[in-house]
């Protein structure tokens, strides 16, 4: 904790830490809110979305049972249409749509749910196993197999596919929101990285190192390798190092890091690139968003490389740990995600992966759902938990809201969304019974 910052570099209305989709995205709300206001955003790297937001598989699905993940994804993705098709600024969507696999017993346990989101007005398509056998080449009756019992594979009984899904560019989007912000006059200092808070007595009384605990106490800035910077207000969007950074002034955040790994497959062969090219699921005449039943493993068709992105989200015992250069392990592949896949789709048998990457997840480990509160002058937003992307659009006009001192904020399309439904205090989350 700073408690002299010396010499300011300048001083703001507010500084936003974190140059990723969720803090420029939340930049440029708070100017759109507050024009006169004088907001820069300071980020340890030296370009936006450079951190975990470049590490994304940038899938978005507008599929959920939970009212709170429906408005904030629907409204997000509403916006990213607009921007693409009204704007004009090429984000790269594409409808790929996600099929989801089902043994019976998923399947007959989730079957209320998707009654209940059909009379919502949600579209989704059934797939019997036949019709998977016969458009994918899957391989749906796997517990014959002997090395299928041991990792605990299971039969395909359904797919349902969710056609209001896909994927989009992430760096075209960051770009996005970052001239919107430039062009409104903010601010943005790139290679600045942040030691430490300033925090300051609300009334200073010229005490040596003040403030003492007996003070009414605010945070006022930051001190970065470059120097210290006064604020208003101080906004925190900083994902996976929340609680390196907010740990040290008391603020629990209950935001954790994990490690999510990615590992892309070329689509060389013959039959690699028939799956690819699967035509009847969309209009992008491609595969679809795939995943498999259990252990629930993504395929994500990467067009533009003519490639699939392998992935799973391992929980107990992944650690939740820090770090600053994640790294991809060649095993989790080999032994783990290669084993599985192959079992399910033999297109795969043989195929090595060409490139890898490894990123962080910011897990909210109260609900998983998106945090953003204030306290003292400091304002975090944060645990988006894997769906920042989809979600982006929305929680940045919901911080700039919670900014401007607002009780509701106005998401795309006019919807109001009350903010303290996503604080601590006075909480208010759906429960998501449609979870990948």
């Known amino acids: 904790m700073g408690r002299s910052a010396g010499k300011f570099m300048a001083e703001y209305d507010a500084i936003v830490i974190g140059a990723g989709i969720i803090g420029l995205s939340t930049a440029y709300y708070m100017k759109k809110l507050c024009p006169d206001h004088r907001i820069i955003v300071i980020d340890k790297m030296n370009a936006a979305g450079q951190g975990n937001t470049a590490k994304s598989a940038a899938m978005f699905r507008c599929f959920f049972y939970s009212t709170t993940n429906l408005r904030l994804v629907d409204t997000s993705v509403e916006f990213f249409k607009h921007v ?26 989730i079957k209320g749910v998707l009654d209940t989101m059909s009379r919502l007005g949600l579209q989704y398509r059934l797939y019997d196993e ?46 996005f929101y970052e ?20 925090v300051e007595p609300r009334l200073p009384l010229g005490i040596p190192n003040e403030p003492y605990f007996w003070q009414e106490s605010r945070v006022a800035g930051v001190i970065t390798n470059k120097g210290a910077v006064k604020a208003k207000k101080t906004v925190v969007c900083v994902g996976a190092w929340a609680s390196k950074l ?4 008391g603020i629990e955040t209950h935001v954790k890091p994990i490690k999510r790994q990615i590992f892309c497959v070329k689509a060389k062969s013959e039959f690699l690139s028939k799956l690819l090219w699967t035509k009847g699921f969309n209009k992008e005449g491609c595969m679809p968003f795939l995943i498999l039943p259990k252990p629930k493993i993504y ?5 533009e ?52 990457f490894a990123g962080l997840y910011a897990v909210n480990t109260i ?66 019974k449609f979870v990948i």
């Open 305 to 356: 490389e003519e490639s699939f992105w392998l992935c799973y989200g391992d929980e107990f015992p992944r650690a939740y740990k820090l770090e600053e250069e994640p790294q991809p392990e060649e095993n989790f592949y080999k032994y783990g995600i290669y084993q599985i896949v192959v079992k399910y789709l033999p297109q795969f048998r043989g195929a090595t992966y060409s490139s890898a």
């Open 84 to 109: 693409q098709e009204e704007r004009g600024v090429d984000l790269k969507i594409r409808w790929t749509g996600y099929l989801w696999l089902f043994s019976e017993e998923s399947y007959n346990q």
């Open 179 to 198: 001239a919107e912000f430039m062009k409104l006059g903010g601010e943005i200092s790139y290679g600045t990285e942040v030691k430490s808070f300033v």
């Open 246 to 249: 907010l740990d040290p002034i």
């Open 299 to 303: 395929i994500k068709p990467a067009l």
């Open 130 to 175: 036949k019709e998977l056998a016969d458009r994918l080449g899957l391989r749906t009756r796997v517990t014959h197999d002997e090395e299928a019992k041991l990792m605990n594979l299971v039969d395909v009984y359904k797919g349902i596919f969710i056609p209001k899904a896909g994927s989009l560019d992430v760096d075209s989007l960051v770009k």
């Open 367 to 432: 609900d998983r759902q998106p945090l953003i509160f204030e306290e003292n002058d400091l304002i975090f937003a944060g645990g988006t938990s894997g769906s920042g992307i989809m979600k982006t659009d929305a929680i940045g006009r919901i911080v700039a809201a919670l900014y401007a001192e607002k009780q509701y904020a106005t998401l795309y399309g006019g919807k109001e969304f009350k903010i303290e439904e996503l604080g601590l205090k006075k909480r208010k989350i759906e429960p998501e």
